[in-house]
Nanobody, 115 residues
Framework: QVQLVESGGGLVQPGGSLRLSCAASGSIFSLNFMGWYRQAPGKQRELVARRWSDGSTIYADSVKGRFTISRDNAKNTVYLQMNNLKPEDTAVYYC?????????WGQGTQVTVSS
């Protein structure tokens, strides 16, 4: 079994920055990919960024140039550095890990961008 624990959400003003962390524990394979999704009120959950164990990444168009996903393989931790935050980035952010045929989710962390 795998557990994902997120941290780092909060309230920030437009233009500000936040860094989310997600630590994975349990039976972690060497080949997997971890990422971040978000869900705003009344909207579907959407992919924000994903990073494979080989270092390759993808980003949603809406966050390219502002968000950076990184990973510490030794700690099984993935980070999301969010800069120049906008009110439309307000959402619950979920950590996601996929390995083999299994998908795991964190409990979510709220990010609110407001003045």
């Amino acid at each position: 079994q795998v557990q994902l624990v997120e941290s780092g959400g909060g309230l920030v003003q437009p233009g500000g920055s936040l860094r989310l962390s997600c630590a994975a524990s349990g039976s972690i394979f060497s080949l997997n990919f971890m990422g971040w999704y978000r869900q705003a009120p009344g909207k579907q959950r959407e992919l924000v960024a994903r990073r494979w164990s080989d270092g390759s990444t993808i980003y949603a168009d809406s966050v390219k140039g502002r968000f950076t996903i990184s990973r510490d393989n030794a700690k099984n931790t993935v980070y999301l550095q969010m800069n120049n935050l906008k009110p439309e980035d307000t959402a619950v952010y979920y950590c996601n890990l996929i390995q083999g045929s299994a998908t795991y989710w964190g409990q979510g962390t709220q990010v609110t961008v407001s003045s």
